[in-house]
């Protein structure tokens, strides 16, 4: 049973790096058929999609953050990474990760897809001086 | 982007009676490849969510037959017959047919 469980600082600055750790148990991050995601829910908010990240390193991620947004993938430690620069209190959120069960992307017709059927527990950030 | 529109915004359902959540798309989710990539999720309180419905209409591993969808291009609904206590949370609906992947801003339900 794949477990999903993201780490981080609960806690940082305005204008300062925010730096989330999610790991993965109980299955490869480099099993066949699977890719990433991170999401994040703003306080009593809905969901905003934040990014996918595959097991060869490819990201694709939302416009909206991607001047500021890093993501990785680390297969040797089982983690995915997400680091958000020049944060402010509207990146105040409880941060997902989860995992895609699919292969491929929208961007071609091969695309396999069957939901994101894993997800971490969440990680609450606070931004905040 | 893509804009997907929940309705209603909040339901309140007596247990045993059945419940429908629409979810409209500001374009077509039907890909080139014959697949609506349309998800439904379930929020429960205090949970991370969990997926329910992928491809419009494809029940995800161990979730009780009696949520269903249906749908097509831009309009989708989800359908939960015979609504137990247990049902109740925020209903998210999902494209993932383009990037950005975006969310319905959610339903939630309640127990009469």
């Given at each position: 049973?794949?477990?999903?469980?993201?780490?981080?600082?609960?806690?940082?600055?305005?204008?300062?790096?925010?730096?989330?750790?999610?790991?993965?148990?109980?299955?490869?991050?480099?099993?066949?058929?699977?890719?990433?995601?991170?999401?994040?829910?703003?306080?009593?908010?809905?969901?905003?999609?934040?990014?996918?990240?595959?097991?060869?390193?490819?990201?694709?991620?939302?416009?909206?953050?991607?001047?500021?947004?890093?993501?990785?993938?680390?297969?040797?430690?089982?983690?995915?990474?997400?680091?958000?620069?020049?944060?402010?209190?509207?990146?105040?959120?409880?941060?997902?990760?989860?995992?895609?069960?699919?292969?491929?992307?929208?961007?071609?017709?091969?695309?396999?897809?069957?939901g994101?059927?894993?997800?971490?527990?969440?990680?609450?950030?606070?931004?905040?001086? | 982007?893509?804009?997907?529109?929940?309705?209603?915004?909040?339901l309140a359902v007596t247990p045993g009676e059945s419940a429908s959540i629409s979810c409209?798309?500001?374009?077509?989710?039907?890909?080139?490849?014959?697949?609506?990539?349309?998800d439904w999720y379930l929020q429960k309180?205090?949970?991370?969510p969990h997926l329910l419905i992928y491809?419009g209409s494809t029940r995800a591993s161990g979730v009780p037959d009696r949520f269903s969808g249906s749908g097509?291009?831009?309009?989708f609904t989800l359908k939960i017959s015979r609504v137990e206590a247990e049902d109740v949370g925020v209903y998210y609906c999902?494209?993932?047919?383009?990037?950005?992947?975006?969310?319905?801003?959610?339903t939630r339900l309640e127990i009469k």
């Open positions: 049973q794949v477990q999903l469980l993201e780490s981080g600082p609960g806690l940082v600055k305005p204008s300062q790096t925010l730096s989330l750790t999610c790991t993965v148990s109980g299955g490869s991050i480099r099993a066949g058929g699977y890719f990433w995601t991170w999401i994040r829910q703003h306080p009593g908010k809905g969901l905003e999609w934040i990014g996918y990240i595959y097991d060869s390193g490819v990201t694709f991620n939302n416009p909206s953050l991607k001047s500021r947004l890093t993501t990785s993938i680390d297969t040797s430690k089982s983690q995915l990474s997400l680091q958000l620069n020049s944060v402010t209190a509207a990146d105040t959120a409880v941060y997902f990760c989860a995992r895609v069960k699919g292969s491929g992307s929208s961007y071609s017709d091969y695309y396999p897809y069957y994101m059927d894993v997800w971490g527990q969440g990680t609450a950030v606070i931004v905040s001086s | 982007d893509v804009v997907l529109t929940q309705s209603p915004v909040s409209r798309s500001s374009q077509s989710l039907l890909h080139s490849n014959g697949n609506n990539y349309l309180p205090g949970q991370s491809l097509s291009g831009t309009d999902m494209q993932a047919q383009q990037i950005p992947v975006t969310f319905g801003q959610g």
